[in-house]
């Protein structure tokens, strides 16, 4: 069972507690003809369910982690009754679509729905989790090799795999021993792919499967990593990437959004250009160079958040904590409302609302003498969000930046529509849960 087939059944299983739930409710409520009753709101409450699962959806309540009844599950559901009773209210209430006021029934449904929530995540945790459920999966790897494949996997409890063995690539009866383990997959790494013993052939016969471990991550942990890569990798991963149907669209749909978007927070950035004002000496707007798509500079605009003497002595990578940080310009980086100006390089096609970040050029030269294929996350537009942003804590460094292009390379292959509004929600995600710099 794959990640996204869980996930699924999570949303099948919290829309049944919803209409439970408010079964459950006008019962409570005493009704006299419920059933009636259900059916003349259903598409009011329908709508309003579908809500509650966005709103889940934007908190993480389908990340896996999330099954483990913790704090974490504690603070989220907190926000979520916060929230789904906020946004019910609004709905019944404030718009009133339907012509309906249900008021002791929505607090009815909400407070039925939630003790259901909780009892239906923990079982899906005991059963998700487990151990059983998990693909079993062999590592197949050179003498010479550390196993770290083996032990990112054997580190992750809520991936789909569960590593059953470790193998050389001279041992013996690796058929048998695949058989009597049940493993569906041979995960080979990249020096013993070159060079795979007749055996191999064997299991493909058997129906397991053989995959080398970079496409294994590209898959499983939707990262690319590309160091010790030839030419010849580089032309069969990425064969096509201009992708024009759909960069035309994005570029429409992100220019209109861009213009918008910066009219309805014009009240909110004259409010910051003040903060800036008087959070100390310097002009309210930082504008620096930052390379762009086909390593082409553009001049990035954002709200100061640091001294105006913060790059005096050159540029330096930005850290947690930074002392160069004022007080407003760190509540700014918290919020990321210091980056509202960029709206302006969107609208100017300079950047993308999705896309891998941009860099200073003094980094990039140097990122692309010490990190393989660094250059080819230019061959998008940079972003205000991306990937790497979603999936790696903030870092500042060159390790950093050598970890974050495995996941600006996958997306520079498999970006599309679907992609770009995962990243979109996901970063939203991150704002509604106060994750910010």
Same mark, same amino acid.
């Given at each position: 069972?794959? !990640?996204?087939?869980?996930?699924?059944?999570?949303?099948?299983?919290?829309?049944?507690?919803?209409?439970?739930?408010?079964?459950?409710? +006008?019962?409570?409520?005493?009704?006299?003809?419920?059933? *009636?009753?259900?059916?003349?709101?259903?598409?009011?409450? *329908?709508?309003?369910?579908?809500?509650?699962?966005?709103?889940?959806?934007?908190?993480?309540?389908?990340?896996?982690?999330?099954? $483990?009844?913790?704090?974490?599950?504690?603070?989220?559901?907190?926000?979520?009754?916060?929230?789904?009773?906020?946004?019910?209210?609004?709905?019944?209430?404030?718009? !009133?679509?339907?012509?309906?006021?249900?008021?002791?029934?929505?607090?009815?449904?909400?407070? %039925?729905?939630?003790?259901?929530?909780?009892?239906?995540?923990?079982?899906?945790?005991?059963?998700?989790?487990?151990?059983? +459920? $998990? #693909?079993?999966?062999?590592?197949?790897?050179?003498?010479?090799?550390?196993?770290?494949?083996?032990?990112?996997?054997?580190?992750?409890? &809520?991936?789909?795999?569960?590593? @059953?063995?470790?193998?050389?690539?001279?041992?013996?009866?690796?058929?048998?021993?695949?058989?009597?383990?049940?493993?569906?997959?041979?995960?080979? %790494?990249?020096?013993?792919?070159?060079?795979?013993?007749?055996?191999?052939?064997?299991?493909?016969?058997?129906?397991? #499967?053989?995959?080398? *471990?970079?496409?294994? !991550?590209?898959?499983?942990?939707?990262?690319?990593?590309?160091?010790?890569?030839?030419?010849?990798? &580089?032309?069969?991963?990425?064969?096509?990437?201009? =992708?024009?149907?759909?960069?035309?669209?994005? $570029?429409?749909?992100?220019?209109?959004?861009?213009?918008?978007?910066? +009219?309805?927070?014009?009240?909110?950035?004259?409010?910051?250009?003040?903060?800036? #004002?008087? *959070?100390?000496?310097?002009?309210?707007? &930082? @504008?620096?160079?930052?390379?762009?798509?086909?390593?082409?500079?553009?001049?990035?605009?954002?709200?100061?958040?640091?001294?105006?003497?913060?790059?005096?002595?050159?540029?330096?990578?930005?850290?947690?904590?930074?002392?160069?940080?004022?007080? &407003?310009?760190?509540?700014?980086?918290?919020?990321?409302?210091?980056?509202?100006?960029?709206?302006?390089?969107?609208?100017?096609?300079?950047?993308?609302?999705?896309?891998?970040?941009?860099?200073?050029?003094?980094?990039?030269?140097?990122? =692309?003498?010490?990190?393989?294929?660094?250059?080819?996350?230019?061959?998008?537009?940079?972003?205000?969000?991306?990937?790497?942003?979603? !999936?790696?804590?903030?870092?500042?460094?060159?390790?950093?930046?050598?970890?974050?292009?495995?996941?600006?390379?996958?997306? @520079?292959?498999?970006?599309?529509?679907?992609?770009?509004? =995962?990243?979109?929600? =996901?970063? @939203?995600?991150?704002?509604? #849960?106060?994750?910010?710099?």
């Amino acid at each position: 069972m794959t !990640n996204q087939h869980r996930k699924l059944i999570l949303a099948i299983g919290d829309v049944a507690l919803m209409y439970l739930a408010l079964t459950a409710a +006008l019962w409570l409520r005493g009704v006299p003809e419920p059933v *009636s009753y259900w059916q003349g709101q259903f598409w009011g409450f *329908s709508l309003m369910h579908l809500i509650w699962l966005l709103v889940l959806y934007i908190d993480g309540f389908y990340s896996l982690k999330r099954l $483990r009844l913790g704090l974490a599950f504690l603070q989220g559901l907190i926000r979520f009754s916060a929230f789904a009773g906020l946004l019910g209210a609004a709905f019944f209430y404030i718009f !009133n679509v339907f012509g309906i006021t249900p008021k002791t029934v929505l607090l009815l449904h909400l407070l %039925s729905f939630l003790p259901l929530f909780v009892l239906w995540r923990h079982l899906a945790g005991r059963i998700f989790l487990s151990r059983n +459920l $998990r #693909r079993p999966v062999i590592i197949l790897q050179a003498e010479d090799e550390t196993g770290m494949l083996a032990d990112e996997l054997a580190a992750d409890p &809520f991936g789909p795999f569960r590593v @059953v063995a470790t193998c050389l690539l001279n041992q013996p009866g690796l058929l048998t021993l695949a058989k009597d383990l049940q493993a569906e997959t041979v995960v080979v %790494s990249e020096k013993a792919w070159p060079r795979l013993p007749p055996e191999t052939y064997d299991l493909a016969m058997a129906g397991i #499967r053989i995959v080398d *471990s970079v496409t294994f !991550n590209e898959e499983y942990q939707q990262r690319i990593r590309a160091e010790g890569q030839d030419l010849s990798w &580089f032309l069969a991963g990425f064969p096509d990437i201009r =992708k024009p149907e759909y960069e035309l669209a994005k $570029r429409s749909v992100e220019a209109i959004g861009a213009l918008a978007t910066g +009219l309805v927070l014009l009240p909110v950035s004259i409010l910051i250009a003040f903060g800036v #004002r008087l *959070s100390g000496p310097g002009p309210i707007l &930082f @504008v620096q160079e930052r390379i762009g798509r086909h390593g082409r500079p553009f001049r990035l605009v954002k709200f100061r958040s640091m001294t105006a003497d913060a790059e005096n002595d050159g540029p330096r990578w930005a850290e947690k904590g930074d002392l160069r940080v004022t007080g &407003f310009g760190r509540f700014l980086r918290h919020t990321h409302l210091d980056e509202i100006p960029q709206l302006w390089n969107v609208l100017r096609g300079e950047m993308s609302l999705i896309g891998p970040r941009p860099e200073q050029p003094a980094f990039v030269e140097e990122l =692309k003498r010490q990190i393989p294929y660094y250059g080819l996350r230019h061959l998008v537009r940079p972003g205000l969000s991306g990937w790497a942003q979603i !999936n790696y804590p903030y870092g500042a460094s060159i390790r950093d930046a050598a970890e974050k292009l495995t996941y600006d390379l996958w997306y @520079v292959k498999h970006r599309s529509t679907a992609v770009d509004l =995962k990243i979109a929600l =996901k970063t @939203v995600a991150m704002l509604f #849960r106060g994750e910010g710099r």
